[in-house]
Structures are given as C-alpha cells and as structure tokens.
C-alpha cells in the first residue's frame, strides 16, 4: 500500500481479554517495528521484524505480549490478559530494510484497558 | 545496545524566537541519527537525518541538526519558530534496523 496502515485505530476493551493489533507495512519494505507509546511517555521499542523474523525481542515488556509476521507483510501483535497498564497507542513502522532506519509510521491503534 | 536522552520534557518559546532541543546518545561507534516530530493527532515524520559526512544536516520545515561526536549530541535547531511548530519532537539513533527513540520534548509556542 502507499503507507503503513494498522487496525483498528481505537480499541477498547476489558481487563483480562486478549487482542490482537494489526499492521500493514509499506509494499516491499522488510523490515517492520512496534513502538508503544504511553501518555506522556517517549517511544518504548517493543519488538522489530526482518522478514519474518524477530531478531530483538527484548522490548516487550512481559510475556502477555507475542507478535508475529507473516509471508513477510501484514503483523500482528496480540496482548494476552490486558491490564490497564497496557492502555497507550501502538505505534508501527516500515523501512525497505536497507539499513538506512528511515521508518516510515502508522497513525496508531490506540488501546484503552477498562 | 544504544540509547538516546532528551533531557528536556517540555520547551516553550515565543513565536519567531530560536529553538534549540538537546539530543544526547549512547553508541560505541558513530550511528545514523534522526529528529522525529508528532503534530498532534498525526503520525511521526521525519524531520532529518545524519548518516555521515556533513555534520550540519539540513532537514524539512528549516529545521536543521548538527553532529558533535565529541559531545554525543545531535541537537536539533530552527531560527525562527513558527506556531505551527507546536509538537513532539523526538530524537532516535538507528543501527542496522535498530532503531531507538528518545522520551520526547513537547514543543509550545506562544503567541
């Protein structure tokens, strides 16, 4: 597609159910990141992907979280037993994975934990 | 792995005033760095680059950001700034599809 697209945009939902965020890259872009973004926080780097695989890991924060790429493209990154300490804005972003780290973002699927 | 530190949360300045926001990194070798900015309700663009050369980069917006390996800063400037420059502005250092970003600095701009 022209940009990264991610889904939904607004998600609420409530403590202890699981969802499922997901991302779009950019058309032929292999390289793919989640960011979180927290009311007042900076940008917490949560996972990256080249291809389909995950080299780093070590950003998310608890092992509620898993996310997974597929066939290279879309990802999904799946929360397990929201807390509401999981409410904030789930940032993805796309590089044609030359190494030049020029991200392109999402607009965000902001999740609010009830 | 590498950091970046942006010590200041929150700047404010007059309109057409000048504008600096402070940039600090952690890497063991020079790193391609960015400026970040998050207008709000919008998504992050990017601002400008450094990968190497020139160590005064010059990015959209007039906006520009200068390297000092010394101080392991890329600070980022504009001469005159505009009201609508009122945003997050976010420094991030990158390293083979690493990339990491800086808590932020909320940018406000009285009239």
């Known amino acids: 597609g022209a940009g990264v697209s991610q889904s939904p945009s607004n998600k609420v939902t409530e403590k202890g159910k699981d969802v499922e965020l997901r991302c779009d890259p950019i058309s032929g872009h292999t390289a793919l990141y989640w960011y979180r973004q927290s009311l007042g926080q900076g940008l917490e780097f949560l996972i990256y992907f080249q291809g389909n695989s995950a080299p780093d890991k070590s950003g998310l924060p608890s092992d509620r979280f898993s996310a997974e790429r597929t066939g290279g493209s879309v990802s999904t990154l799946t929360i397990q037993r929201t807390q509401q300490e999981d409410s904030a804005v789930y940032l993805c972003?796309?590089?044609?994975?030359?190494?030049?780290?020029?991200?392109?973002f999402g607009a965000g699927s902001r999740l609010t934990v009830l | 792995a590498q950091s970046v530190t942006q010590p200041d949360i929150h700047i404010t300045v007059s309109e057409g005033a000048s504008l600096e926001l402070r940039c600090n990194y952690s890497?063991?070798?020079?790193?391609?760095l960015f400026w970040y900015v998050q207008s709000p309700g919008q998504g992050l663009q990017l601002l400008l680059k450094y990968f190497s050369g020139d160590t005064l980069v010059q990015g959209i917006k007039g906006f520009e950001a200068e390297f000092k390996r010394s101080q392991s800063s890329f600070n980022l400037r504009k001469p005159s700034v505009h009201w609508s420059d009122a945003a997050e502005y976010f420094c991030?250092?990158?390293?083979?599809?690493?990339?990491?970003f800086g808590a932020g600095t909320r940018l406000t701009v009285k009239p």
């Open positions: 890497y063991g070798a020079t790193p391609y």
């Open positions: 991030a250092v990158g390293d083979n599809n690493d990339m990491r």
């Open positions: 972003a796309s590089e044609p994975g030359s190494g030049a780290n020029v991200l392109t």
